[in-house]
């Protein structure tokens, strides 16, 4: 590398090296003019004087003798000042090969130290931006966990109401079991005043009765209707299924149960659902109810 190719860092050139030179040629000038004059004072012509005595034919006095004034010393001029030494020549700097790697690797080191600070700003302004977005996240989080806990609680009180609800329509349905149980046991009571069934007896009615014959096939028909199974012909043979069912004195079905399966998980299935949507079946010829019977279901019947 060449000191002429970092001209960038040379040091300047020295100013007034115009003014200087003429200053030196001004005080060379002066002084040989000095030098001039002070030789050529020295050279003037000196005049000589002579008496000479002059005789004339009339008397005639002579004028006074002249007497030569002897000139004056010239007054001597002040020795001009000595002139300044003429500058030096200024030499062209001529850079070292380390000097300039030594620049060279300063400016180097200076923009990598910019850029390090450039890249800190930019680290220090990404941290900044990201812990206003954690906070903000957070802030977020918060306010969904207050609205789902909020939430949470509507539902819980709301669940709390269904329940008191359905608890208390349950223990309405209980009370009014309750009470068809103790009239039918009043039923039962004034029955026995003159009823004639054995000790073992569990009936209401003063004399033992049976249901008339078409009574069981009517409650069977009216089940049926309320059966809903579809493809009963893919069914091989005809499986019964028995059902017990118990009702109340006035008619209403208390329970159902399935004492006999048919073999078919789906129609016995079937059977019970169909009990339990009749609800109620109607009273014998005679008025009366059974409170406790079977019926048998068959798919093809």
Do not use: C
Request: no cysteine; proline share 9%; charged share 25%.
């Amino acid at each position: 590398m060449h000191a002429a190719d970092r001209q960038e860092f040379a040091p300047p050139a020295p100013a007034g090296r115009l003014r200087a030179f003429g200053l030196s040629l001004l005080a060379h000038v002066l002084l040989l003019s000095a030098l001039s004059w002070g030789v050529t004072w020295k050279n003037e012509p000196v005049s000589l004087t002579a008496d000479v005595e002059l005789w004339s034919a009339l008397p005639q006095e002579a004028a006074p003798k002249l007497v030569e004034v002897p000139p004056e010393a010239p007054t001597p001029l002040p020795e001009p000042a000595p002139a300044p030494p003429p500058p030096a020549p200024v030499q062209p700097v001529v850079q070292d090969a380390d000097i300039v790697m030594a620049k060279e690797k300063l400016r180097r080191k200076l923009e990598k130290q910019l850029a390090l600070e450039k890249q800190e700003r930019a680290k220090l302004k990404a941290e900044k931006v990201e812990k206003a977005e954690k906070a903000d996240k957070l802030k977020r989080d918060k306010l969904a966990k207050e609205k789902a806990a909020l939430e949470a609680k509507k539902k819980a009180a709301l669940q709390a109401k269904r329940n008191e609800a359905l608890k208390a329509q349950q223990e309405k349905l209980e009370n009014q079991k309750i009470e068809l149980q103790r009239e039918a046991n009043l039923k039962r009571i004034a029955g026995m005043a003159g009823a004639t069934g054995s000790a073992a007896s569990q009936g209401s009615a003063q004399k033992s009765s049976g249901p008339s014959a078409s009574y069981s096939g009517r409650l069977a028909a009216l089940f049926k209707k309320n059966i809903n199974f579809s493809s009963p012909e893919t069914l091989s043979g005809n499986p019964k299924a028995t059902v017990e069912v118990r009702v109340s004195a006035s008619g209403l079905i208390l329970s159902s149960r399935l004492i006999s399966s048919s073999g078919v998980p789906a129609w016995d299935n079937a059977v019970l659902r169909a009990v339990e949507k009749t609800e109620r079946i109607p009273a014998d010829e005679n008025g009366n109810y059974v409170s406790v019977f079977p019926v048998n279901f068959g798919p093809k019947d």
